[in-house]
């Protein structure tokens, strides 16, 4: 497939869709690279949405207008999943941080795919909760990022990946459509097994917007 060049009207309509202060035109060095050993590829222009409708609105303009698109959690990632090697956006989800309800009954827990591993931790310390899985980058690393690459951590051996806890995702899809995977139970035979598609999907199929996750005492 043949990139189209990003233009001063795509530039503008982002601006308007998330604000001038959400669209860097500069200063990429830390969206060039992840922790994947000396590689650093910069984008065109880094948006920072703080909503799964204004990243679904993204995906449709630059689907649309052929730009190509890669999105980014925290940037700990070793396989190389948020270096931008093609140029054009890069979709930071660093705004994407709010945890929504901890359902203390049902033992889960709802969470945006920017919110910090280590913040999840504390949070549901302070209800005698835990989710096991804790990459090396856990203090930094996003719970989205943590399911496209499905995590491990030294606790893996007792209690599982990130594949174990994962129960239902909402995600954007490459056309901007808004879907959520699965359900909220530890079973769901209604289908397809989208949810598990996803987990190490390293971005490749869709951008994961939310996360109901299974939660341990």
């Not at 980014?72 to 309800?101: F, H, Y």
């Not at 910090?116 to 005698?128: A, D, G, H, R």
């Not at 856990?138 to 499905?150: D, K, L, R, V, Y």
């Not at 007792?158 to 239902?168: E, F, I």
Request: proline content about 5%; aromatic content about 8%; hydrophobic content about 40%.
């Amino acid at each position: 497939m043949e990139y189209k060049v990003l233009t001063e009207n795509d530039i503008q309509f982002f601006q308007e869709l998330i604000g001038e202060d959400n669209v860097l035109l500069s200063d990429f060095e830390v969206y060039a690279s992840d922790a994947t050993e000396h590689l650093q590829f910069f984008p065109d222009l880094v948006l920072k949405p703080n909503s799964t409708q204004q990243i679904s609105e993204i995906v449709k303009h630059c689907n649309q207008e052929l730009l190509p698109i890669t999105p980014r959690s925290g940037g700990t990632g070793l396989a190389g999943g948020a270096l931008p090697i093609k140029g054009g956006v890069v979709i930071s989800l660093e705004k994407l941080n709010r945890i929504i309800e901890i359902d203390e009954k049902n033992f889960q827990i709802t969470a945006e795919s920017g919110v910090i591993n280590y913040n999840l931790q504390l949070k549901l310390s302070e209800q005698n909760l835990l989710f096991p899985p804790a990459p090396s980058s856990w203090q930094s690393s996003f719970i989205g990022g943590n399911i496209a690459t499905n995590a491990g951590g030294p606790k893996a051996v007792k209690y599982g990946v990130t594949a174990n806890y994962v129960l239902n995702l909402e995600v954007v899809l490459p056309d901007g459509e808004i879907i959520w995977t699965g359900a909220n139970t530890l079973k769901n035979s209604t289908g397809l097994n989208l949810t598990q598609l996803f987990v190490g999907s390293e971005g490749t199929l869709g951008i994961i917007t939310k996360a109901v996750l299974k939660v341990i005492p």
